[in-house]
């Protein structure tokens, strides 16, 4: 019969290894929300990064007609060929050889384009700035230079520009508010993330929501030309309610995106963008312990990926890679971890086949994958395993 002291020191050690493997799963599921939102960000970015793309596919084509190389560089744009594109605008912009001065604009402002693409921000300024000193009156051109300011953290510079470019676009509403208006909304856009980026959270909701109102009425008017941005809008003021704790309100915005974007016609464009609303919604509504709709969002977007490569073979896989870890760590955060372990080593395959290319990005994603790997072992008890993981 044991004594009461070897009773007491057993329960003892019994609720101390419980407290410690709580504190354990605790920390875990912690850093698994972290992971999350961090996901969530990567599948922005390389969604941003397709967005560039068809905007720049959209200015060239707007061109065709009235400038000589916008064919020839189109023809480059599909062949992935992003370096011959920028040469070619190099040297007609350095011959400086049009006298149409909206010509040479607009030849700055696509060169810019063709930067952003190439992922050299900083190198895209200058071409920017070049343009809207050209061609003033072009508040598109204005609102793409303070994009670009805000996205490099240069709030001081953009904050020269942002009140000046909203009480222009103000202005020509008045009289053109067909050209003025989108203007204006992506001005307000612009604004608010400044002022967010800035630690001025109290004055984003005000330009966020107005910016909300004039795409609804934009898209309700013409749902064809401006659906896709009222739905971009949309998600842009439910990530911001998400992000101040305001889920319910937030949660009703990204539906009201999500009903939107669901009805755009199914061009690459929309679905992508409605691939990256419902991994928003599906981190909200796993912060919201609503774990059954968490998991029909992300396999939701999942599908939307895969529906992409079907045409474009692995183009998409670092969103998809994504999607999945994301998913996975929602049944891990609910302790399903043979279902975790199952998306984690679907995302896995993925991202060490990215991580052939050598890119830093893709790396990254396989060093995601293991640590997720790494936390399911430590769940299970595993910890030598969980050891060569993490």
């Given at each position: 019969m044991q004594s009461c002291d070897s009773q007491c020191e057993g329960q003892c050690h019994s609720k101390l290894h419980r407290g410690r493997s709580t504190r354990k799963n605790e920390e875990l599921n912690r850093r698994l929300r972290r992971e999350h939102k961090s996901l969530i960000q990567k599948i922005a970015e390389a969604d941003l990064w397709a967005e560039r793309?068809?905007?720049?596919?959209?200015?060239?084509?707007?061109q065709v007609g009235s400038d000589k190389i916008a064919a020839q560089a189109e023809e480059y744009l599909h062949q992935g060929d992003l370096d011959r594109a920028a040469a070619l605008y190099d040297a007609v912009i350095k011959e400086h050889d049009d006298p149409e001065i909206r010509t040479m604009a607009a030849r700055q402002y696509t060169r810019?384009?063709?930067?952003?693409l190439r992922l050299?921000?900083?190198?895209?300024?200058?071409?920017?700035?070049?343009?809207?000193?050209?061609?003033?009156?072009?508040?598109?051109?204005g609102s793409r230079y303070i994009s670009v300011l805000i996205e490099l953290n240069e709030y001081?510079?953009?904050?020269?520009?942002?009140?000046?470019?909203?009480?222009?676009?103000?202005?020509l509403a008045k009289t053109n508010p067909n050209t003025a208006e989108p203007i204006l909304g992506r001005l307000l856009r612009s604004q608010a993330l400044l002022s967010f980026r800035t630690f001025d959270v109290d004055s984003s909701e005000e330009p966020l929501r107005e910016?909300?109102?004039?795409?609804?009425?934009?898209?309700?008017?013409?749902?064809?030309?401006?659906?896709?941005?009222?739905?971009?809008?949309?998600?842009?003021?439910?990530?911001?309610?998400?992000?101040?704790?305001?889920?319910?309100?937030?949660?009703?915005?990204?539906?009201?995106?999500?009903?939107?974007?669901?009805?755009?016609?199914?061009?690459?464009?929309?679905?992508?963008?409605?691939?990256?609303?419902?991994?928003?919604?599906?981190?909200?509504?796993?912060?919201?312990?609503k774990m059954d709709d968490?998991?029909?969002?992300?396999?939701?977007?999942?599908?939307?990926?895969?529906?992409?490569?079907?045409?474009?073979?692995?183009?998409?896989?670092?969103?998809?890679?994504?999607?999945?870890?994301?998913?996975?760590?929602?049944?891990?955060?609910?302790?399903?971890?043979?279902?975790?372990?199952?998306?984690?080593?679907?995302?896995?395959?993925?991202?060490?086949?990215?991580?052939?290319?050598?890119?830093?990005?893709?790396?990254?994603?396989?060093?995601?994958?293991?640590?997720?790997?790494?936390?399911?072992?430590?769940?299970?008890?595993?910890?030598?395993?969980?050891?060569?993981?993490?």
């Open positions: 793309y068809h905007e720049l596919e959209g200015q060239l084509a707007r810019g384009m063709i930067e952003e050299n921000p900083s190198n895209a300024l200058p071409f920017y700035s070049r343009a809207y000193s050209l061609d003033p009156e072009n508040l598109e051109y001081a510079r953009a904050q020269e520009f942002v009140p000046d470019c909203i009480r222009r676009a103000r202005n910016a909300a109102g004039i795409f609804r009425r934009l898209a309700k008017d013409e749902p064809g030309r401006y659906g896709y941005e009222n739905g971009e809008t949309l998600r842009s003021i439910a990530t911001f309610y998400w992000t101040i704790s305001r889920n319910q309100l937030s949660e009703q915005l990204f539906e009201e995106a999500k009903s939107v974007q669901k009805q755009l016609p199914s061009i690459e464009p929309n679905r992508l963008a409605f691939a990256e609303t419902l991994n928003n919604l599906g981190g909200l509504h796993m912060s919201m312990n968490s998991r029909k969002d992300l396999n939701e977007a999942i599908a939307i990926y895969q529906e992409l490569e079907v045409n474009k073979p692995h183009v998409y896989d670092l969103q998809l890679s994504h999607s999945l870890l994301n998913l996975a760590g929602g049944y891990i955060y609910s302790s399903d971890l043979t279902a975790g372990e199952s998306f984690t080593k679907k995302a896995l395959k993925i991202c060490e086949y990215l991580a052939s290319s050598n890119d830093s990005s893709h790396r990254e994603c396989v060093s995601t994958g293991a640590s997720m790997m790494g936390r399911i072992y430590a769940l299970r008890g595993q910890l030598l395993l969980a050891a060569q993981q993490l």
